[in-house]
């Protein structure tokens, strides 16, 4: 899908509102997290779901994201709702424990009742009240924490076997503690679609593209910049992409619940027609103010 730049002014907006644009599924809370869904192309003529997908839940203090195996799309949604509704219980009225605990807890808990027809990577993150940041993850997905004043990458996660679906157990968790103006970058393996030779290419390019503009329209340049569906004369496939940058200090700002991608074949590609009819607003729009509910989209575009 190719779209033409678009250019934003933010006049008479709440800067901490949550911000769609449904013709691309990127979003943005200005200065505090970006992040967009890019479908994979995978042959001519051949029709597949979205298996990436991305949780913002500000209300529960956490940010997920997951990439479903391509014969099963549905179940990273599947799992990321599962755990958005598990730590809603646990955070309810007379419940104790604090983000960390509950993470863990919900997170096992889907583990454990999770189908083995599925198969699904995940990777989560939570703020913690002493300014540290709690993630835990299974699979290949990506996890970033950058320094982009110095131009660096002060760690990155390891890709293990623990897919939802396949291991019952948490395989990866830990905690980072993030500066003021740190960020963390979340992405699937849809990532590497990005590289053009040598991986430090892309990480200087990465952090050039921070410096380049605000924050929240990074996402966007980043992909214009280095993927393939954006390249003149480049023909070859690639995978499905979410990618999520968020400014975890900021993170609290955040009042909206939101799900995005995770998509069969069939909602997928009627998503994409709409796309291609120019059915759809190519700008930023915001969700109804005050809804509790967890948006989930693109399923519920029409309600925008």
């Known amino acids: 899908m190719r779209l033409t730049t678009l250019s934003l002014g933010f006049c008479g907006i709440d800067m901490t509102e949550f911000l769609l644009n449904p013709a691309r ?3 943005q809370v200005p200065d505090v997290l970006a992040g967009l869904l890019l479908a994979g192309n995978r042959g001519e003529g051949r029709l597949s779901g979205n ?4 949780l913002v839940d500000g209300p529960l203090g956490l940010v997920a994201l997951a990439d479903g195996a391509e014969r099963s799309p549905k179940a990273s949604r599947v799992f990321l709702q599962a755990l958005a509704e598990r730590m809603q219980v646990a955070a309810g009225p007379g419940n104790a424990g604090d983000r960390r605990a509950r993470l863990v807890n919900a997170t096992q808990a889907v583990l454990e009742s999770f189908p083995y027809e599925d ?3 995940f990777l989560c993150l939570t703020p913690l009240e002493d300014g540290s940041v709690f993630y835990v993850g299974g699979g290949d997905s990506l996890l970033f924490h950058l320094d982009p ?3 660096r ?3 990155h996660n390891r890709s293990n076997m623990g897919f939802a679906g396949r291991s019952q157990g948490i395989m990866d968790s ?3 503690t993030p500066k003021k103006d740190d960020l963390l970058l979340l992405a699937s393996d849809g990532l590497w679609d990005l590289l053009r030779g040598r991986r430090r290419d892309l990480i200087r390019f990465v952090f050039e593209t921070l410096k380049e503009g605000p924050m929240h329209a990074f996402p966007e340049t980043l992909v214009r910049g280095r993927h393939p569906a954006y390249q003149e004369g480049v023909e070859r496939p690639y995978d499905d992409l979410s990618l999520l940058v968020v400014c975890p200090g900021r993170f609290a700002r955040i009042r909206s619940r939101v799900i995005l991608g995770g998509t ?3 909602l997928e590609n009627h998503y994409r027609q709409l796309c ?3 059915s759809l607003p190519d700008r930023y729009v915001r969700l109804p103010p005050g809804d509790p509910r967890l948006w989930i989209f693109p399923d519920q575009l029409d309600l925008l």
């Open 25 to 27: 599924l990127s979003f």
């Open 51 to 54: 298996g990436d997908c991305i």
């Open 119 to 121: 198969r699904t990577t």
């Open 149 to 151: 004043a110095a131009d």
């Open 153 to 155: 990458i002060l760690f």
């Open 174 to 176: 830990g905690s980072l």
């Open 264 to 266: 069969g074949n069939r």
């Open 276 to 278: 291609q009819q120019h």
